[in-house]
């Protein structure tokens, strides 16, 4: 994800939490302070409606108490009564329902037949033992389903029963539901109807809202304002114990959080767009002088030291541009210094290498001249021997050390391959260390045929001497022997031969045999640390290998393995300078 798309979705993600924050701490407290409001509201309509409720059923009962002293005083009333018939208990019932307001007003006999009703004359003469046992239900109302001109429709109906004159009468009175002043419930109210134990969810609706009841997580309250009993609840006969309640949705409420809604999904369209416009003014602002800035940091990378970094993005890049300029500075000085040393290190490190081989070209050479020394002491004769054995051991050594300066000076010290006998050096080498003391003993094992190797015969001589050196070195403190041998490796590869220089020295500690072909790490104080180093660069140049082994207190064995070569004239025709 590059800078500038970052930077875009951190504008956009900084305009959008606080407009998100603030919308929905606006929608929470608004919402919870109208639903508190509506609550408060909603609580004292439903004290105004179970008041209301408990006035009309106090008002149905007079109503009931008026009509049952109707029977009991009026004497047409009560002769018609006597006698289960006659229109006066038919005007009776009709006037009275419209002097009390109320529309059931009926009597029956004690069998339950229906001598005379205020709200269906019709019905007279017909048993009806469930209107007539509505005086057994106790002085609660009661509701139930009732026949009126209009159809049936729900009524809340008081019943007794009545003693006129040694005849036994069932009085009854009733209102419809719908026209109680406790019902006058609005669009968004309803009065609901709920057995008891059954949660919410399992009402029905009595009266009251327009349309179905919504969904139970609609509502916003209920209250409980009164208990009947209900004929026919449930499709039951027997009248079930009924709890009436209402139940309310807030128009308001609703409209609001709709509202807010709306108002922040557009805030939040509004702060996005302004965001992504401003996110895309600052990424330019900004990232052009940092792309600016890695433009010329990869020219660095790329070797261009001689680039500067340039300025013109604000006071930070800006001092962001003069650091790096001052770094880019101290590098280059650094670099000039790196080289400078590099060129020293190269020059020392080759005066040490023409040192050592210098040393070890000088080495045969001193030898023979104590040797012509002690020769002197003991006589002419015996000097004039000394020098027949050993000049040639002298014109060898002068020789290597005259190639040795041709080889330095043409900077082609390494990597020709051309033959040379790796016996006949190893030979010669060995002849070269004949005067060592009488305590080192060293033991030659040359083939029985030249051993031809693909390796010059300076650089060739130039490795036998470092590992013999090493050895005699290694051994000439304290005594002890030198084996040097040639020998074919045996195996199914290309031909090769393999020296192996071992002493019985002291050997090398295992901490240190890591390091031993390191350049300068040496162990003896007059060392330079270039005889393995040396060797092992100029094997691996022609494709050999040289191998250490050491054990500590036991000797080290060292191992150069060359390819083999021959000579394209035969191998008797070529002799190496240093054979004997």
């Not at 000085?333 to 020059?347: F, P, Q, S």
Request: aromatic share 4%.
């Amino acid at each position: 994800m590059s800078f500038r798309t970052r930077l875009v979705i951190a504008a956009l993600v900084v305009a959008w939490v606080p407009v998100l924050c603030l919308g929905l701490l606006v929608r929470s407290v608004g919402a919870r302070r109208l639903t508190e409001a509506n609550d408060l509201r909603m609580g004292e309509r439903g004290d105004a409606l179970a008041a209301a409720w408990r006035e009309d059923m106090r008002e149905l009962g007079d109503r009931l108490e008026g009509l049952a002293r109707l029977l009991a005083e009026e004497n047409e009333v009560r002769v018609a009564l006597r006698t289960g018939s006659g229109p006066a208990l038919h005007d009776a019932m009709a006037r009275f329902a419209a002097a009390g307001g109320v529309d059931v007003a009926c009597v029956l006999d004690a069998a339950g037949t229906i001598l005379a009703a205020s709200h269906f004359p019709g019905d007279a003469g017909r048993r009806d033992p469930v209107l007539a046992a509505l005086a057994d239900e106790g002085d609660g109302p009661v509701a139930g389903v009732v026949a009126l001109p209009r159809g049936d429709e729900v009524a809340v109906l008081r019943a007794r029963r009545v003693d006129v004159g040694g005849v036994e009468a069932v009085a009854v009175v009733g209102t419809r539901l719908a026209e109680l002043d406790a019902v006058s419930a609005g669009g968004d109210v309803w009065l609901l109807g709920r057995a008891p134990g059954v949660v919410d969810g399992g009402e029905r609706v009595v009266a009251g809202g327009e349309g179905a009841l919504p969904d139970t997580a609609e509502i916003e309250g209920r209250r409980r304002i009164a208990v009947v009993r209900w004929l026919g609840w449930g499709d039951g006969g027997a009248a079930s114990r009924v709890e009436l309640f209402i139940a309310w949705r807030d128009p308001v409420l609703a409209a609001m959080v709709r509202s807010w809604d709306r108002a922040l999904l557009l805030s939040l369209a509004v702060s996005a767009v302004l965001a992504l416009l401003l996110g895309r003014i600052l990424a330019r602002r900004l990232s052009d002088p940092v792309e600016r800035l890695a433009a010329t940091a990869r020219r660095v990378h790329l070797g261009r030291l001689d680039t500067r970094f340039g300025r013109g993005g604000g006071r930070e890049l800006d001092r962001l541009a003069f650091f790096l300029n001052g770094m880019l500075n101290r590098i280059r000085e650094g670099l000039a210094k790196v080289r400078d040393a590099e060129k020293r290190a190269t020059v020392g490190e080759l005066a040490r290498q023409v040192n050592h081989d210098v040393r070890n070209g000088l080495v045969p050479i001193r030898n023979v001249l104590d040797h012509l020394g002690e020769a002197h002491r003991d006589g002419p004769g015996v000097l004039a021997e000394a020098f027949a054995a050993r000049s040639r051991t002298l014109g060898e050594s002068l020789d290597y050390l005259g190639d040795l300066a041709e080889q330095y000076g043409a900077v082609a010290v390494h990597g020709v391959r051309e033959r040379a006998d790796l016996r006949g050096v190893a030979r010669a080498v060995v002849a070269s260390h004949a005067a060592l003391p009488a305590r080192v003993r060293m033991v030659a094992s040359p083939p029985a045929a030249p051993a031809w190797v693909e390796m010059d015969a300076v650089s060739l001589r130039r490795v036998v001497e470092n590992l013999i050196a090493n050895a005699v070195a290694a051994v000439e403190g304290e005594g002890g022997r030198i084996d040097v041998a040639v020998a074919e490796v045996a195996g199914e590869g290309p031909r090769a031969y393999r020296l192996t220089v071992a002493d019985d020295g002291p050997g090398i500690a295992a901490e240190l045999r890591a390091r031993v072909f390191e350049p300068f790490f040496t162990t003896r104080r007059e060392g330079t640390g270039m005889g393995l180093a040396i060797a092992r660069r100029l094997v691996t140049d022609v494709g050999g290998r040289i191998a250490l082994e050491s054990d500590e207190g036991r000797g080290t064995r060292v191992h150069v393995t060359l390819g083999a070569a021959v000579p394209a004239d035969g191998p008797q025709q070529e002799t190496p300078r240093g054979e004997s």
